[in-house]
């Protein structure tokens, strides 16, 4: 496992005081696995939170340029270690026979599980919501 020197612990810190919705979205992904921005505006963060569905994307390109998180293909997840969010969407696409389009999910990269593993030891930011 990667440790973190104090330099970077709070390069980190400021970065996500700056952008909060991003560690809530590294938060969520850890939580709840791979998700697309419209299943976390809808399920998760936007509705309660008043966030937009671009707002969303905006935090995940930011996540994905530091290398926190990768884009997956929808047709490469783990079908048996999906979230339930994921789930009832599967079970609804199974009725059809016809080919859907697949989306964009987002996953923590390792370095982002790092970090986030790290975050909440310390208990950097945590989120009380």
């Known amino acids: 496992?990667?440790?973190?020197?104090?330099k970077e612990i709070n390069l980190w810190r400021d970065f996500f005081v700056k952008n909060p919705v991003a560690y809530r979205l590294m938060v969520h992904t850890k939580r709840y696995g791979p998700?697309?921005?419209?299943?976390v505006h809808?399920?998760?963060?936007?509705?309660?939170s008043g966030l937009s569905i671009e707002e969303i994307r905006a935090n995940y390109?930011?996540?994905?340029?530091?290398?926190?998180?990768?884009?997956t293909p929808g047709k490469e997840l783990n079908r048996?270690?999906?979230?339930?969010s994921i789930k009832k969407t599967l079970k609804r696409r199974q009725k059809y026979h016809t080919p859907r389009k697949t989306h964009t999910y987002y996953q923590l990269s390792r370095k982002g599980e790092l970090l986030t593993r790290f975050l909440d030891q310390i208990e950097i930011l945590r989120d009380d919501s």
């Not at 998700?35 to 299943?39: A, L, S």
């Not at 048996?80 to 339930?84: F, K, Q, V, Y």
């Open 42 to 48: 809808k399920r998760l963060l936007g509705r309660r």
């Open 80 to 84: 048996h270690d999906l979230t339930s």
């Open 35 to 39: 998700d697309t921005p419209v299943i």
């Open 61 to 71: 390109q930011l996540l994905l340029d530091f290398g926190l998180m990768e884009k």
């Open 1 to 6: 496992m990667t440790e973190f020197d104090q």
